[in-house]
């Protein structure tokens, strides 16, 4: 069974950083794929970033290239995510999420395993 644990959200101002980590177990060994999503209350959740272990790539969504980077620890079974630059919009909570496939995708309909979530909040 996998399972997720995010955390290292929190509070910053405009300009901030913040780094999230997901420790991850249960996953088959250089396998899958890591996502990043977001969610704001009554809104749709929305993909940030992926990584496949099994192709060493990442996946970004364009608007946020550049100031979102993800990086993996093996050792420690964790997978992070680097915000950079935050704006207030980025403000949600924060998910990790698993997914049985060797291609990097942010389609939550492909994630079969999520953490509960980190609040990021970015205001002034």
């Given at each position: 069974?996998?399972?997720?644990?995010?955390?290292?959200?929190?509070?910053?101002?405009?300009?901030?950083?913040?780094?999230?980590?997901?420790?991850?177990?249960?996953?088959?060994?250089?396998?899958?794929?890591?996502?990043?999503?977001?969610?704001?209350?009554?809104?749709?959740?929305?993909?940030?970033?992926?990584?496949?272990?099994?192709?060493?790539?990442?996946?970004?969504?364009?608007?946020?290239?550049?100031?979102?980077?993800?990086?993996?620890?093996?050792?420690?079974?964790?997978?992070?995510?680097?915000?950079?630059?935050?704006?207030?919009?980025?403000?949600?909570?924060?998910?990790?999420?698993?997914?049985?496939?060797?291609?990097?995708?942010?389609?939550?309909?492909?994630?079969?395993?999520?953490?509960?979530?980190?609040?990021?909040?970015v205001s002034s």
């Amino acid at each position: 069974q996998v399972q997720l644990v995010e955390s290292g959200g929190g509070s910053v101002q405009p300009g901030g950083s913040l780094r999230l980590a997901c420790v991850y177990s249960g996953l088959q060994a250089d396998d899958g794929v890591i996502g990043w999503f977001r969610q704001v209350v009554e809104k749709q959740r929305e993909g940030v970033l992926a990584f496949s272990f099994a192709k060493g790539t990442a996946l970004y969504t364009k608007s946020r290239k550049g100031r979102f980077t993800i990086s993996r620890d093996s050792a420690k079974n964790t997978v992070y995510l680097q915000l950079d630059d935050l704006k207030p919009e980025d403000t949600a909570v924060y998910y990790c999420a698993a997914a049985p496939t060797p291609v990097a995708t942010l389609d939550p309909a492909r994630f079969t395993s999520w953490g509960r979530g980190t609040q990021v909040t970015v205001s002034s």
